[in-house]
């Protein structure tokens, strides 16, 4: 077993015994914690009661956080004529049709967010395998296959995030980075929270929110009171 270096040792005694404890207590104790030398990301994991393999109970949603993610997101557009140009002009980094299409294929994938118009979904469609397991793929239902284009683009890069349950019931993002206010940090997760629960599916079966767990990205974890970070 690796010998762990001090500071790690110091942070995960720091961290010993707390559990289940309110939103702001467990962002003090992992901003006051963390010693990485860059800025790390906030990080949210939630255990749910569902499972992702029946589509009945498939969780996926998108959420605005009001303060940011604090990542500078590069967004693709899939659009042809003047929804191209609309996509440029909304700040979008990478924009195109075909050529785009056979830059993924080459496996050039330097975006963070895929958006096309449904008029696009022929060519998009044969990228399944490619952007799926990424989870890049376009989908109407988070609003990525769109005609507002201008308004997907300007939202992807104003701090939307996107969440989908994976194998085990796992939700998990990023909600901040470490040099956000603790206050700015809290009021992102409870709305992350806020949009996971919303997002419920029918076949979801007892408990829903099982646990939800906060870290930073080099830091030890720290569950989190369900019924603190579901408040308003």
Do not use: W
């Not at 995960?12 to 939103?23: L, M, P, Q």
């Not at 990485?36 to 498939?58: C, S, W």
């Not at 604090?70 to 996509?87: D, I, L, N, P």
């Not at 709305?191 to 076949?203: M, R, Y």
Request: glycine share 12%; with cysteine.
């Amino acid at each position: 077993m690796a010998k762990l270096g001090k500071r790690t040792r110091a942070a995960r005694e720091a961290f010993a015994g707390k559990e289940e404890i309110t939103v702001e207590e467990a962002v003090s104790l992992i901003k006051a914690n963390a010693n990485a030398k860059f800025d790390e990301t906030i990080e949210i994991a939630m255990n749910l009661g569902v499972d992702p393999r029946h589509a009945d109970q498939m969780v996926r949603g998108v959420v605005g956080l009001p303060n940011g993610t604090g990542k500078t997101m590069r967004v693709a557009v899939f659009a042809r004529g003047a929804k191209a140009e609309e996509a440029e002009k909304a700040g979008a980094d990478i924009v195109g049709a075909e050529d785009l299409m056979e830059s993924v294929q080459s496996g050039k994938i330097d975006f963070d967010r895929c958006i096309a118009t449904p008029d696009m979904m022929p060519i998009v469609g044969r990228l399944g395998k490619v952007l799926g397991p990424r989870n890049l793929m376009p989908n109407p239902k988070v609003g990525t296959v769109t005609m507002d284009v201008a308004d997907a683009v300007k939202a992807a890069k104003g701090g939307e995030v996107q969440f989908k349950a994976e194998k085990g019931g796992v939700v998990h993002a990023g909600i901040g980075k470490l040099s956000f206010d603790e206050a700015k940090l809290a009021e992102n997760i409870r709305a992350f929270v806020g949009a996971v629960s919303k997002a419920k599916p029918a076949g979801a079966k007892g408990t829903y929110m099982k646990k939800i767990n906060l870290s930073s990205t080099m830091g030890p974890g720290v569950s989190v009171a369900v019924e603190n970070a579901t408040a308003e």
